[in-house]
């Protein structure tokens, strides 16, 4: 059986596009390649290759977790189970983050994952700065150091293990965090059931991390802040009530992602 044959065996059951990406992983090969070469036969173990990686992808794990890697901001990031996989959205926490940065600021990744966020702003920051990444899960922060390594950032982002800011002892001029935000009813939805809960999950109405956040960090704070915290849009009035009552002389202003809803609160003074 050759590419073109198998791809189109399964094109009711999966998006032509998809199943060539399947394709071109299960046979070690680019995807220009299954373009150039749509009747190359196509050995036993490649079609149970194939066929493994069909079954996976129909049973809701997203292509990037088959594939072990994301783009994020033009840069490759591998993901893992235990990482969350970096949504497009995110990027305005970095490009936010980008327009405020002068030389010689300390900035912090609260909940870091996979680094997509800490690793694309260092490696587009053109100041110096000190960078700090967080995470509660010592699986996801090997993933962020590998990816790290593999972006040459090693040496300028120190990688902790903590429970949101318990071990951190500096202040900070800009940080950004995508902490968990769902609410358990927003799990069940089919396409995140593969994610891991503890990236995700929030208590019932999602914002358990950030109300312990917004808690601590008054006194992480240098003089002249930025915080850049993603939410879901539903959570608007309620985040902005916390903020009040823990920093009640900040500016609070709300961000649009991609399909235009609010995806990023901005506070600064
Ligand atoms: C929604 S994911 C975001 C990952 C990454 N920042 C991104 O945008 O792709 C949330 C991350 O927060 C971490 N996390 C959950 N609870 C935490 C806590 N109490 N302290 C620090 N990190 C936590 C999870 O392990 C997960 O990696």
């Known amino acids: 059986m050759s590419i073109k044959e198998l791809v189109s065996k399964y094109k009711n059951k999966l998006d032509i596009n998809e199943l060539?990406?399947?394709m071109a992983l299960a046979l070690?090969?680019?995807i220009a390649y299954i373009y150039k070469n749509p009747d190359k036969l196509l050995s036993r173990s490649n079609i149970l290759t194939f066929k493994k990686l069909l079954n996976k992808r129909l049973a809701d794990y997203s292509l990037a977790y088959l594939k072990k890697n994301k783009e994020f901001y033009n840069l490759n990031f591998i993901v893992s189970k235990h990482t969350l996989i970096p949504r497009p959205d995110s990027e305005l926490l970095v490009t936010e983050a980008l327009k405020n940065t002068s030389n010689n600021q300390n900035i912090i990744d609260i909940g870091t994952g996979s680094g997509a966020l800490i690793l694309s702003l260092a490696k587009n920051n053109k100041h110096t700065a000190n960078y700090v990444a967080t995470d509660i899960s010592t699986k996801a922060l090997n993933i962020a150091k590998t990816n790290a390594r593999k972006l040459k950032l090693k040496n300028k982002?120190?990688?902790?293990?903590t429970n949101l800011l318990n071990?951190?002892?500096n202040k900070f001029?800009?940080?950004?965090?995508?902490?968990?935000?769902?609410?358990?009813?927003?799990?069940?939805e089919a396409s995140i059931k593969k994610e891991p809960s503890t990236?995700?999950?929030s208590g019932k109405d999602g914002l358990d991390h950030y109300k312990k956040l917004l808690k601590q960090l008054p006194k992480y704070l240098n003089k002249k802040y930025l915080i850049l915290l993603e939410i879901d849009?539903?959570?608007k009035e309620s985040i902005k009530k916390e903020i009040i009552n823990n920093l009640p002389q900040a500016k609070i202003e709300f961000l649009k992602d991609l399909a235009n809803n609010i995806r990023v609160v901005k506070i600064s003074n």
């Open 173 to 188: 001029d800009i940080v950004i965090a995508n902490l968990p935000y769902l609410t358990p009813e927003q799990m069940k």
């Open 28 to 30: 070690h090969k680019n």
């Open 233 to 235: 849009p539903q959570q």
């Open 157 to 161: 982002v120190k990688f902790i293990k």
């Open 20 to 22: 060539e990406q399947l």
């Open 167 to 169: 071990s951190i002892n």
């Open 199 to 201: 990236a995700l999950l």
